[in-house]
């Protein structure tokens, strides 16, 4: 059983910046890929960007060249960087691995994104 723990978010002003964390514990984290995932009120969850066990990267087209996903294996760890954050970042955040079936969802950091 693999369990996140996603820690990081708060209230930022639009440009501004945040670094989201996500502790992995249960498995064998460097063996599979990781992806950050957030749900805006009233949509469903998507997918922000992922890394692959390796560090391939992939983002979605509104966070290209803004947010940067990294991982340390060593700490079970998976990070994304989020600058010149907008107001339609605002959403909570989630971690996961990045595959066709999910481990159970943790409970995701707020990203407030407000003038």
């Known amino acids: 059983q693999v369990q996140f723990v996603e820690s990081g978010g708060g209230l930022v002003q639009p440009g501004g910046s945040l670094r989201l964390s996500c502790a992995a514990s249960g498995s064998i984290f460097s063996d599979y890929a990781m992806g950050w995932y957030r749900q805006a009120p009233g949509k469903q969850r998507e997918l922000v960007a992922a890394?692959?066990?390796?560090?391939?990267?992939i983002y979605t087209d509104s966070v290209k060249g803004r947010f940067t996903i990294s991982r340390d294996n060593a700490k079970n760890t998976v990070y994304l960087q989020m600058n010149s954050l907008k107001l339609e970042d605002t959403a909570v955040y989630y971690c996961?691995?990045?595959?066709?079936?999910?481990?159970?969802w943790g409970q995701g950091t707020q990203v407030t994104v407000s003038s």
């Open positions: 996961n691995r990045y595959a066709s079936d999910f481990y159970s």
């Open positions: 890394i692959s066990s390796i560090g391939s990267t």
